[in-house]
């Protein structure tokens, strides 16, 4: 089997004098969608945000393509090819459209290459495209999760950080949320999900991590957890 691409190693991350992660391990091979479940405050955006350099490592070690990164920059690590779709959007709500989608492809200099890609991007989501002009703030909260993930893919990422993309969405458009998960995940993206609804992560992922208080307590199989009675009685109701 090839090297993960991703491997994180006995990580610990600590928030004044809050531990948020206690020597977490975590793998993801190249091409998979992997989630991570857990109640809130549970650790899962904190993970997110050490992969990306967001936060400080206390102790461990991040491994990207063969690479140790645990103490790269954070713009060092979109350059690599790790994109962050933040929880809560994140999106310049004063920008166009446009303009948040050339800000996503920051740590690039190919004109042609930028320019082709946002019209890949409006091709993908009609109604950014529709509204490529309008001020981000001004779109539906389906929209400007759209715009999220379209953002992050700009920088032509190899691994995509998708933090609670169902977040405050109704039903119709979660489907149509992980009806573009499920399109990018087709065409080799590699995935590390984190998703409230718990059942719907699952059964989209290839593999699952459950995290509580810090600690990954349970791994395996997306299937088999979702079969699992901790898993049931805990995130699936």
Aim: no cysteine; hydrophobic share 45%; aromatic share 4%.
């Amino acid at each position: 089997m090839a090297p993960p691409l991703l491997e994180i190693q006995q990580l610990s991350v600590n928030y004044g004098g809050i531990q948020a992660l206690q020597a977490i391990d975590l793998v993801i091979h190249a091409g998979e969608v992997v989630t991570l479940i857990g109640a809130n405050g549970a650790g899962k955006t904190t993970t997110l945000k050490a992969i990306s350099r967001i936060v400080g490592v206390q102790h461990g070690h991040i491994i990207y393509g063969g690479q140790d990164i645990t103490r790269y920059r954070a713009h060092t690590i979109v350059k690599l090819g790790i994109a962050h779709s933040p929880e809560g959007r994140r999106i310049l709500a004063r920008q166009t459209v446009l303009d948040n989608l050339q800000l996503g492809a920051y740590t690039r200099s190919d004109r042609l290459g930028i320019k082709s890609d946002i019209e890949q991007q409006f091709l993908a989501f009609p109604r950014l495209a529709e509204r490529r002009n309008q001020l981000a703030g001004t779109l539906s909260g389906g929209e400007q999760q759209m715009l999220a993930i379209a953002r992050a893919l700009m920088s032509r990422p190899k691994l995509l950080l998708l933090d609670e993309p169902s977040l405050g969405l109704a039903p119709t458009i979660v489907r149509e949320i992980f009806a573009i998960i499920q399109t990018l995940r087709n065409t080799g993206v590699t995935i590390l999900l984190i998703e409230q609804n718990a059942n719907l992560a699952l059964q989209y992922a290839d593999r699952g991590y459950v995290l509580e208080a810090g600690q990954i307590t349970l791994s395996g199989d997306a299937r088999d957890l979702l079969t699992d009675d901790r898993v049931q009685q805990a995130y699936l109701g």
